[in-house]
């Protein structure tokens, strides 16, 4: 048998994974909404994603004419990206009045369609909830700078304007007050006031959570919340959650404020959901979010593996991540730091890591395709709730350089290289807008070689296509790379040949895919794969890939695949003796 040029310490690290995920989880599906067990979401940034009525922007309507196209995707639920009444200073997450969908997406009407059309489709719409600051333009913002005392006027917070409060902010006008405000992200983003866990007493500007202004700001987020769920949504992702109150070390109020919302939510509206934007899983969680997110901010795992803020450079990226072809990278802090959260939080609710969100840069950027696959593999594969950020599916080109619109650059860092138009088609506009190019949200990828979803579906083994589905069965309709949920929360991949490589993720007995968290079920598993009269595949640089599974009864043999044409095959492993508890441990190496 060839040796296999592996880290041991790596397939180890990736073993203690693997023996994680295959512990019994019958005891420990989290609790939450049923549908919240077998969800794949998919983010929509909507002024991007389809414009229905040719004035360069996308809007609700567009996003209801694609349902179709997501679900073909596989995915079950989506998240939607601001879409209330705002100036667009930051893309929709300055609110001007949150119980308002913006013109230029729309109507209210639009968006109440939008879900009945989902929910026919057994899919759940979630919202983007901004629940720590608004517009300036928002009018408890105006009425609360007013220099007269009003109910409105500790809905902020203010500072005295004599005091040189870091960060603080004037807002002159003829009949405002002297005082400065605290933005919570960009100036013109005014902090909400959910009070300051410990105000200091030499400060009677830092009010107790208990302040009947505190409170009130606390009651009209939920007023926010319970418009929306009447209305037609699912539940919301909470946009910097950990952000509302002050003077917190210990995060026991901000807790505190979110348990009371998440009490709320499971007696009144037990089938929504809250996904937060906290990136730290060991206290998003126990306050009451179903899901965290495990990003680019907060703990560092994401960042770790993917380097979602590091910059290509050559094979290597800086700084370094796990997922690079130079192999700079250390896949041993990213195990520590993300076993630490999942331990913490596997029996109360689920981690994501997205393939990508609107605020880094795409996992195409300075990576090639068979490196985007890998990285795909890992993350489609972790325990934990998906989240395919829109054209990450068909490989989307992460634009570079690209113009700053509504606050899309904050530092070095462009973000609206990852919010450019969806590309439908080889048409105009990449068929996502009838308007004049110089109409456009954002401009279109001028690459010629650009991805797109009508010859992606045209051929089924395009290679940047993934597709995540909720039934077993799907996973036998491969594309080149396609993915399933199993059970509960468990996902399979698999990726069918193209080129010099094929890869099938583990094996049961009705695909060739990885089960995670069911090892008793798991066959044979192989990674890599040789195709009939193709020579053993090198390896990836120096970097991570896919590798072959070290251990089966037979080593030296490996499927064969003849055509191009061939899919997963169905039931190989049946009659094998079951190989128990080798699930994801030899699919990345070093």
């Not at 229905?52 to 567009?62: A, E, K, M, Q």
């Not at 013109?188 to 300051?196: E, R, T, V, W």
């Not at 997922?323 to 700079?328: N, Y």
């Not at 992460?398 to 973000?415: S, V």
Request: glycine residues 8%.
């Amino acid at each position: 048998m060839r040796k296999l040029l592996v880290d041991p310490w790596a397939l180890l690290a990736i073993l203690c994974l693997a023996i994680e995920a295959a512990a019994p989880l019958s005891a420990e599906v989290p609790p939450g909404p049923k549908w919240l067990e077998t969800a794949v979401f998919y983010q929509i940034y909507p002024q991007s994603f389809f414009d229905s009525n040719g004035d360069g922007i996308g809007d609700l309507p567009g996003i209801t004419a694609k349902l179709d196209y997501i679900q073909s995707v596989g995915c079950n639920a989506i998240w939607i990206n601001p879409i209330y009444e705002s100036p667009f200073g930051d893309a929709g997450y300055d609110v001007a009045d949150f119980f308002k969908v913006a013109p230029r997406y729309g109507t209210n009407e639009d968006l109440k369609n939008l879900c009945t059309e989902a929910h026919k489709r057994g899919m759940h719409v979630c919202l983007d909830l901004v629940a720590g600051h608004t517009s300036i333009a928002h009018p408890w913002f105006q009425q609360s700078a007013l220099d007269k005392p009003n109910r409105y006027s500790n809905w902020y917070i203010w500072t005295p304007a004599g005091e040189s409060v870091p960060g603080s902010q004037p807002f002159p006008g003829e009949h405002n007050r002297s005082d400065r405000y605290l933005p919570n992200f960009f100036p013109f983003q005014p902090a909400l006031n959910y009070g300051f866990a410990r105000p200091d007493p030499k400060e009677p500007w830092q009010l107790p959570t208990t302040d009947p202004a505190c409170v009130a700001v606390r009651e009209e987020l939920k007023r926010v919340m319970k418009f929306w769920l009447d209305f037609c949504a699912d539940g919301f992702r909470v946009d910097m959650a950990f952000s509302l109150v002050r003077n917190d070390p210990d995060n026991e109020a901000i807790g505190a404020l979110w348990r009371y919302y998440r009490s709320w939510l499971d007696k009144e509206y037990p089938e929504a959901v809250l996904v937060s934007e906290w990136s730290d899983p060991a206290v998003a969680i126990p306050a009451g979010f179903y899901i965290d997110f495990l990003i680019q901010i907060g703990q560092p795992a994401y960042g770790i593996l993917l380097g979602p803020l590091s910059w290509p450079n050559g094979y290597s990226r800086d700084p370094h991540a796990f997922f690079e072809r130079a192999g700079g990278g250390d896949i041993k802090p990213f195990v520590e730091n993300y076993l630490k959260n999942y331990t913490a939080t596997k029996s109360r609710g689920y981690i994501s890591m997205p393939t990508a969100n609107h605020d880094i840069p795409r996992p195409t950027c300075g990576r090639d395709e068979q490196e985007v696959r890998t990285i795909f593999a890992m993350l489609l594969t972790m325990p934990g709730v998906p989240f395919i950020y829109y054209g990450d599916e068909i490989g989307m080109n992460f634009l570079y350089p690209a113009p700053d619109k509504e606050g899309g650059t904050i530092g070095t860092l462009p973000r609206c290289g990852s919010r450019t138009p969806m590309q439908w088609s080889k048409e105009k506009n990449a068929g996502f807008s009838t308007a004049p190019a110089e109409k456009l949200y954002l401009p279109i990828d001028p690459s010629v070689s650009r991805p797109d979803v009508a010859t992606e579906e045209k051929d089924p083994f395009y290679p940047r296509v993934v597709e995540v589905a909720s039934r077993p069965s799907s996973a036998r309709q491969c594309r080149r790379f396609s993915a399933g949920i199993r059970g509960k929360r468990y996902i399979s991949v698999c990726l069918p040949s193209y080129g010099r490589y094929r890869a099938d993720l583990g094996v049961d007995q009705s695909c060739c895919a990885v089960l995670l968290g069911q090892a008793e079920r798991v066959r044979q598993c192989y990674a890599i794969t040789r195709p009939r009269r193709r020579p053993p595949g090198r390896p990836l640089a120096n970097g991570p890939r896919l590798v072959r599974h070290l251990r089966s009864p037979r080593p030296e043999r490996s499927w064969r695949t003849g055509s191009a044409e061939s899919r997963c095959p169905r039931g190989r492993a049946s009659g094998r003796k079951p190989t128990v508890g080798y699930l994801e441990t030899a699919i990345i190496g070093l």
